[in-house]
């Protein structure tokens, strides 16, 4: 018998802040889609992705993700006071009304 509430869709606050930390790899392309959707729809543009720093595996997987995706403009490491290499800032373009 499978639990149900482990399918229900997690709520995440929209604060221009998401910390990757207890989603799976799998998830997280579609995750940053979905979240920056949320953004723009409430009109911030920058975005701070925490993926930590470990071995450097998920800043690569979240850094591809971004080069794909149509709704960023740029992106960047953390500076010492926004989470250093354990952190991407990204700028997301404006949202079109299409």
Same mark, same amino acid.
């Given at each position: 018998?499978?639990?149900? *509430? ?5 709520? =995440?606050? =929209? ?10 790899? *799998?998830? =997280? ?20 992705? =925490? ?21 960023? *403009? ?23 009304? *299409?």
């Amino acid at each position: 018998m499978s639990d149900s *509430a482990d399918d229900a869709p997690v709520r =995440i606050p =929209i604060t221009g802040e998401l910390d990757l930390h207890t989603f799976r790899p *799998a998830e =997280i392309a579609s995750l940053l889609e979905d979240y920056f959707a949320e953004c723009q729809r409430a009109g911030l543009r920058e975005v701070r992705v =925490i993926h930590g720093k470990g071995t450097g595996t998920l800043r690569e997987t979240v850094h591809a993700c971004l080069r794909r995706m149509p709704t960023v *403009a740029a992106f960047q490491l953390g500076n010492e006071t926004s989470g250093s290499w354990g952190a991407t800032l990204v700028t997301l373009r404006e949202r079109t009304n *299409a």
